[in-house]
């Protein structure tokens, strides 16, 4: 049940470690860009952006000096080239820079950018931010072990993300979740429920409805809805288990609700064994690449002694696996996370034949 748990105020931004660095520059994730996060700090104005309802959407549009906005626009241009093409100019002159937001709501007080395509008025958004260690490794854990591949490129202090598409959890909760037919609220309960085992087993914390995105997806003869994480700040920081479990959430109580009163106990066992296998294969499919990503995690500063201690505490209690331990770091807490995953799952696949 929703029980409102409660979040450290401010997370430290944990700088990329030389380790770091050198697993995003084997990976390709690693680029020099054109203009970074303080660049566009420079700006000389902005107003509110309110959306469809004026309601205060906690962005503001910024304005640059005319002798700054030519540059940044040219340099924003370049940025989406890498992101989503080859980084040729070839692209450019097809590309506008419509809008620059800012948010100063969160630990990561991001820039938003709406690239339009002057030849069709095709748009999308990308958007650039402090880099962050704990930021990197969520997005690198969810590339790697959720359902959906994630692009994105770090430079030094900036990190540069695509726009995940989808409809935001608080609004579809509050818009569009009671217009639902009885089969789609049972595959959206269905969803939650391996979304939030999903998170657990990755250490995503803070999944209140606001940062996660519902994608319905048509099928032939129905509707398919499935979740989404789209912020990745609280990654492998807090103590309390709870946080990365986001059922415990009252932001989140409606879609508890469903999910209790409309899937059996056995079916919610069944449906947290699915993602637990399917977690384990991309595990396996991923071995060379996790085990590096893990060894610099290992190694890294990204959380406080005392979170880690109640962490592995918790765990073992929840496990009673007593490698969790010996742990000293956030990352060795997640390498036993996805180490006890992956042998339970290749244990009951043994015993199979």
Not at 40 to 54: A, H, I, T
Not at 59 to 72: F, G, H, L, M, T
Not at 205 to 234: C, E, L, T, W
């Amino acid at each position: 049940m929703a029980d409102d748990v409660k979040i450290s105020k401010k997370k430290p931004s944990y700088p990329v470690s030389e380790r770091l660095d050198a697993y995003l520059a084997k990976y390709r994730r690693n680029i020099d860009l054109p203009i970074f996060y303080s660049d566009l700090l420079r700006f000389q104005g902005s107003v509110v952006v309110y959306d469809d309802n004026d309601e205060d959407t906690l962005w503001i549009r910024v304005y640059y000096s005319d002798s700054d906005r030519e540059e940044i626009d040219l340099s924003l241009k370049k940025v989406y080239s890498y992101l989503v093409s080859d980084g040729g100019d070839w692209i450019l002159k097809y590309l506008s820079v419509d809008a620059i937001d800012y948010c100063t709501f969160g630990n990561s007080k991001p820039f938003r950018v709406k690239v339009r395509n002057i030849l069709n008025d095709n748009y999308t958004y990308f958007y650039i931010k402090k880099a962050d260690a704990s930021r990197i490794y969520g997005l690198e854990l969810e590339h790697m072990l959720s359902p959906y591949g994630l692009n994105f490129l770090v430079c030094k202090n900036t990190l540069i993300e695509e726009h995940i598409a989808g409809i935001p959890g608080d609004e579809f909760i509050k818009n569009s979740l009671d217009d639902r037919t009885e089969s789609e609220k049972a595959q959206i309960a269905k969803e939650f429920i391996k979304f939030n085992e999903r998170c657990t087993i990755t250490l995503l914390g803070d999944m209140r409805s606001y940062n996660y995105v519902i994608i319905p997806i048509h099928d032939f003869d129905q509707v398919v809805f499935k979740i989404r994480a789209i912020d990745f700040d609280q990654q492998s920081y807090e103590g309390n288990l709870k946080i990365y479990m986001p059922q415990f959430f009252k932001e989140n109580y409606k879609m508890v609700k469903m999910v209790q009163d409309r899937i059996q106990e056995e079916s919610i066992e069944q449906y947290k064994l699915e993602e637990r296998s399917i977690v384990a294969k991309r595990i396996i499919s991923y071995k060379d690449r996790l085990s590096a990503l893990l060894k610099c995690m290992r190694s890294d500063e990204l959380s406080v002694e005392k979170h880690i201690n109640q962490l592995k505490e918790e765990i073992y209690n929840y496990s009673l696996d007593k490698n969790f331990r010996t742990c000293t770091s956030m990352g060795d807490i997640v390498k036993n996370i996805l180490d006890f995953v992956k042998r339970n799952y290749e244990n009951v696949s043994t015993s199979r034949f």
